[in-house]
């Protein structure tokens, strides 16, 4: 049995979001102890507020979670300034929760205590990684590397990393009651669950490959020996950052993409949202509206396809906040996709992320993503 419930507030005053958030996924879960919980807030929730109205209102219930670029919660759909809590029951299924800080400075050892601190609750055998990483400062696939390096390679993992609505100010992740920035948050799922994940941007290339000579860490000072401002005035005509990149490399099959953070007109220089090494192969990148949302729908019915029941219990979702900044409006679509191919109604949370983590297609190696939306389908193992 397994049984996942979620509840959503936009009360301004946090104590309040969280007791409404509480009372909808309590009132879901149908009378199922929860054994812990996700929270997906507002970068202007006040997180230290909330760490403490959870446990005091479910004490000895484990909780991990962080801010977003906007929170998503069924059936209401796209929400932002909200609280978000998706709680977890099971007889069967362990959750708990871990974190690692310091990201920044040693990916390895915050991903490795983070993984050991929820590992060292349950005599279960792990299945699944949900992973909300620091969103400002660590380089994502350092981060997933060394979640593969505390899980095993091929482990399953999922998530995104920490989110605070465009203003890159700085972002917070949390676990029980340590709230804190720079850090990896996990939740663990162990047992016997089923899960499957569908993966697609929807960004198609423009023009020719061409070559990075000159970058340190995210910025990129020239491509093709002229200054990288040059190839969004050649291809595009404008600075924006609806055009990410698209990067190539021998780790995967198709190409990495990093949207721009900044643009300087006088050095030429371009700096994105993650590292870009010299001799890298590069190209701008583009998608329409519809190309997006239908990336989404193909997400989503990857995941379906791949599900070992008839049905998930639960959907979680992690897509990119330069998806969100694009669709505008339409943002909504997203989310509708699960109840347009999978049908009826079922409890779905997630948020709009500063990266995506999840395998390239239904399950595998968990890969960096940008500009992705990542379907993920939960259930247990169907009996024998």
Same mark, same amino acid.
């Given at each position: ?73 069924? @059936? ?150 002229? @200054? ?60 329409? /509206? ?6 989404? /729908? ?24 330069? /998806? ?61």
């Amino acid at each position: 049995m397994l049984k996942i419930a979620t509840g959503a507030s936009e009360e301004v005053d946090t104590i309040d979001a969280v007791e409404e958030a509480l009372e909808i996924a309590l009132a879901g879960m149908d009378g199922v102890q929860p054994k812990a919980g996700l929270a997906f807030i507002g970068i202007d929730v006040d997180a230290d507020v909330l760490v403490k109205a959870f446990a005091k209102a479910l004490p000895g219930v484990e909780l991990a979670g962080c801010t977003t670029d906007g929170e998503v919660a069924g @059936p209401d759909g796209f929400l932002e300034d909200s609280v978000v809590i998706t709680l977890f029951g099971s007889d069967e299924v362990d959750f708990t929760v871990g974190i690692g800080h310091g990201a920044s400075a040693d990916p390895k050892k915050a991903t490795a205590t983070a993984v050991a601190d929820a590992l060292s609750k349950t005599d279960k055998k792990p299945a699944l990684c949900v992973a909300m990483p620091e969103g400002i400062g660590p380089d994502i696939s350092e981060i997933v590397g060394g979640l593969r390096a505390a899980l095993g390679e091929d482990f399953p993992i999922v998530g995104g990393a920490s989110g605070d609505q465009m203003r890159f100010q700085g972002t917070k992740q949390f676990c029980n009651t340590d709230v804190a920035s720079d850090s990896v948050a996990v939740l663990i799922m162990s047992g016997p669950l089923v899960y499957s994940c569908g993966v697609a941007t929807g960004y198609v290339a423009l023009g020719n490959p061409h070559k990075v000579t000159k970058a340190e860490g995210s910025t990129i000072y020239e491509i093709d020996g002229k @200054p990288a401002i040059n190839l969004y005035k050649e291809y595009v005509q404008a600075q924006s950052v609806h055009f990410p990149l698209a990067v190539y490399s021998d780790e995967r099959d198709d190409f990495l993409l990093s949207s721009p953070q900044a643009f300087d007109e006088a050095s030429g220089a371009v700096t994105f949202v993650n590292p870009v090494a010299v001799d890298k192969d590069v190209q701008l990148a583009t998608a329409s /509206r519809d190309e997006i949302v239908a990336a989404a /729908r193909t997400a989503v019915e990857s995941a379906f396809k791949g599900f070992p029941k008839q049905k998930p219990d639960a959907a979680l979702f992690f897509s990119c906040a330069g /998806r969100r900044a694009a669709l505008g409006t339409r943002t909504k679509e997203e989310y509708e996709s699960f109840e347009t191919i999978i049908g009826g109604a079922f409890p779905t949370a997630g948020f709009y992320t500063y990266g995506e983590i999840g395998p390239a297609g239904n399950q595998g190696r968990a890969l960096q993503h940008t500009n992705a939306f990542l379907a993920v389908l939960l259930g247990t193992a169907p009996s024998t």
